[in-house]
Nanobody
């Protein structure tokens, strides 16, 4: 599976961005997609994703501000980032795993999101 993330950029506090992750080689509906981020000097952390049955769920700090969705026809998942905070600054990655549980097998290259005050 190849994952291509895009949509990052520089935005001010309170602004919005939409990240996209286009998949090829396998349909996203055949597995589980997730979004992660890694800030400078910090561990990579889970942000949002889908359960095996397709229900989105979120890390607590982004719940209510971020929304993930997917378009199976385009084989693409999205992450809408709203009400951005400086602490949301990170490289954002999309990832795929082929089973309902376990580690994510495939990762995109990451897209930088920078939130300025």
């Amino acid at each position: 599976v190849q994952l291509q993330a895009s949509g990052g950029g520089l935005v001010q506090v309170g602004g919005s961005l939409r990240l996209s992750c286009a998949a090829s080689g396998r349909t996203i509906s055949s597995g589980v997609m997730g979004w992660f981020r890694q800030a400078p000097g910090k561990e990579r952390e889970f942000v949002a994703g889908f359960t095996w049955t397709g229900t989105p769920y979120y890390e607590v700090s982004v719940k209510g501000r971020f929304t993930t969705s997917r378009d199976n026809d385009k084989n693409t998942v999205y992450l809408d980032l709203n009400s951005l905070k400086v602490e949301d600054t990170a490289v954002y990655y999309c990832a795929y795993r082929s089973g309902p549980v376990g580690k994510y097998n495939y990762w995109g290259q990451g897209t930088q999101v920078t939130v300025s005050s």
